[in-house]
């Protein structure tokens, strides 16, 4: 079993940044791939960014390219989402996810594990 457990959400004005966190107990995480996802009101589940076993291949979703990013510190088990020039569009709910495999993917169905998720609200 592994829990993740989501934390560094909350409000901020467009333009501004938020650092989210995800730390991982239980199990290791250092093998397998990480990602986020996020839901906004009425809308499904989407990928934002993921990131393989060592850190060093990602990938985002076009609408974060280049505002969003991801890394992980594997000896803390802890996965990060550094979100910067944040857009009203990014108000959802966030979650941290552990993937059945090592490789970078951007499938939902591939993430076994999920946490309960941390509200991000961006204001105009």
């Known amino acids: 079993q592994v829990q993740l457990v989501e934390f560094g959400g909350g409000w901020v004005q467009a333009g501004g940044s938020l650092r989210l966190s995800c730390a991982a107990a239980?199990?290791?995480?250092?093998?397998?791939?990480m990602g986020w996802f996020r839901q906004a009101p009425g809308k499904e589940r989407e990928f934002v960014a993921a990131?393989?076993?060592?850190?060093?291949?990602?990938s985002y979703a076009d609408s974060v390219k280049g505002r969003f990013t991801i890394s992980r510190d594997n000896a803390k088990n802890m996965v990060y989402l550094q979100m910067n020039s944040l857009k009203p569009e990014d108000t959802a709910i966030y979650y941290c996810?552990?993937?059945?495999?090592?490789?970078?993917?951007?499938?939902?169905?591939?993430?076994?594990?999920w946490g309960q998720g941390t509200q991000v609200t961006v204001s105009s």
């Open positions: 239980g199990r290791t995480i250092s093998s397998v791939a």
């Open positions: 996810a552990r993937a059945s495999t090592g490789g970078v993917t951007d499938a939902l169905r591939r993430y076994d594990y």
């Open positions: 990131a393989n076993w060592s850190g060093f291949s990602t």
